[in-house]
């Protein structure tokens, strides 16, 4: 059995210590032809005593985080981390489409901790709390991706088609979203904010990365989107 093995849509790929495991629209695994993608985007390989996840594309970015979503990592263009835990959670976005693909390793150099919910129940990320509305907006963002069973891709909903799974306009959605946004970037989160030409679709692909690898928001939540909304229209964003 490899000592390091690829999980996607149902698949289990083994991972070679002898050469490289590309993953890309071509390569060892290939995902799609989905132009938006690089050729060969992410790299895996063993050396320095080591397994290594690798961006060797020039323009897209993947969140890497252990399975319980306590630790968490951007991997920009030419970066490379450790894969230490027993399951890494890669998630990346190339056009409308989101990724999401595990990484097992049979001999794990750490193991993670728990990662606990807060006693109250309430969402928090950091010292940031989320209102109640801003959490059903992260909702209506990533529910394909939450829906989905496993690993595999996803299609993450306009600002529009959002809005309208939940009863908003379009104009009130943006607002949240720009709120959002504003929280997790002074935070430190990155790729909240961009170019003026991509950062609407950017930072929608961004938020649902973070907040599914993070935990933030869960499955166990989708329930919130068809339950009775409370008027929160003047609830401090």
Known sequence: ???????????????????????????DLELDD???????????????????????????????????????????PGARLPLVFERTT?????????YELTVHAAEPTFRHTRHEADADGASTIGD??????????????????????????????????AAERLGWTVTRFNRKLDNVCDKLDRIGVPGMRGGQR???????ARLVEHAVASRLVTRADLGLLDAPQADVEGEQD
């Open 1 to 27: 059995m490899s000592a390091v093995t690829v999980e996607f849509a149902g698949e289990y790929f083994p991972v070679s210590d002898e050469e490289p495991f590309l993953v890309g629209r071509e390569g």
């Open 90 to 98: 890669v998630v990346f976005t190339a056009g409308p489409t989101t």
């Open 128 to 161: 940031v709390p989320l209102t109640e509305s801003q959490k059903l907006l992260i909702l209506a963002l990533a529910e394909p991706q939450l829906r989905r069973d496993g690993t595999g891709r996803s299609e993450i909903p306009t600002s529009a088609k």
């Open 198 to 204: 991509s950062f609407a679709t950017n930072r929608r």
């Open 34 to 76: 989905n132009l938006f993608l690089h050729r060969h985007f992410l790299e895996i390989a063993h050396g320095e005593g080591l397994w290594w996840l690798a961006n060797i594309g020039t323009r897209l970015t993947a969140t890497v985080t252990d399975s319980a979503g306590g630790v968490q990592a951007w991997l920009s």
